[in-house]
């Protein structure tokens, strides 16, 4: 049954927040220079001590402690400006339509004589104007290069300059469609999908596409490309929240695996500052540590590495009880992992014609 999704504008109306965010910090800076006054500006500490686990939210988020820069300060001068400089820049992005990758930001800053040491210094400071207005640098269209790529039902509408209001139906290219700017901040207009698949490997992506699984199961196919980039978490945030379409995770039987899984429904330590970034009801459904011994997989020996990572997860608050503390303990029970690629053991159809079924049934009641 096709869902029709109501034009709301949702990506645009994001963008009108930003600027006036923006427009409202550039005020609060003119006056205090016009008044005679040291402007300053106030933002959420992201320092270890003030990351803290919401059990509510089911994420970690920032603490009470703030940060103050302050211009009478003449040690805070510099990252004061380079924050105000950084908010003057993105304004400018999205006024003019434009995107930019992290290394852009690092080498436009030269073009206005701004000085940052290295790219890791501009990126800190994407990171402090994230915190300063509760926003993602995605909003200010600010993008690294990594990027992911999503197969389906799904028909949207593009906003960007040049594109507005041209359509695209997300099944229509084999290889799918990278989750790019343009893709993820498109208007949602029709699908038939009832879930999303979210798997950690192009291989297994390419699988599902050949062997239809979106026409099968009524799905959308998202290659995470590993840890998924913060617009492809965006996105499986979107399809959950604006198209009810429940989120199942597919990853490697390993530890890594298992975090990729949890980022994806409970967000990263890194990404406190921020609140759009998770899918809470997503459901993790493999490859767990059990399946390996269940379909007798393929494996290899745990590293130390491995070994320690899950160590690392198990005093993790957001993996106690549940399916994540059962299966790092697993993990270690046997000290084997295995990949989603394992199943070919047994056919290359496999995993989509037995595995997926039997796992999705099963998340039914997690």
Known sequence: MSSKISKEGIASARKREVRKLLKDLGLRIYSDINEGVF????????????????????????????????????????????????????????????????????????????????????????????????????????????????????????????????????????????????????????????????????????????????????ALIIDTAGQPPRSTRYMLRRLNQELGLSVYILTDGDVYGEHIAMVIISGSANAAHLRELTVPSGKWIGVWGSDIKKYKLPSDPLTDMDIKRIYELKKDPRYKGGIWQRELDFFLKIRKKSELEAFAKYGLTTISDKYLPEKLEIAKSL
């Open 39 to 218: 402007p300053e500006i106030n933002f959420p500490s992201r320092s270890v001590r003030n990351i803290v686990y919401d059990e509510r939210l089911k994420q970690y988020i920032l603490g009470k402690t703030s940060v103050r820069r302050s211009t009478h300060n003449i040690k805070h001068i510099r990252p004061f400006t380079q924050l105000i400089w950084l908010a003057f820049f993105v304004k400018k992005l999205i006024e003019q339509g434009k995107t930019s990758t992290l290394r852009d930001v690092f080498y436009s800053a030269q073009a206005y004589d701004m000085e940052f040491m290295d790219q890791s210094e501009s990126d800190e400071i994407i990171t402090d104007l994230e915190a300063l207005l509760s926003k993602a640098r995605e909003d200010f269209n600010v993008y690294p290069e990594e990027r992911s790529a999503i197969f389906g039902d799904l028909t949207i509408e593009y906003t960007v300059p040049g594109y507005e209001g041209k359509r695209l139906n997300l099944a229509s290219h084999p290889d799918g469609y990278l989750i790019g700017p343009s893709l993820s901040t498109a208007d949602f207009i029709d699908t038939s999908a009832e879930m999303v698949l979210a798997v950690e490997k192009g291989g297994l992506f390419t699988r599902f596409v050949e062997e239809k699984v979106h026409n099968r199961y009524k």
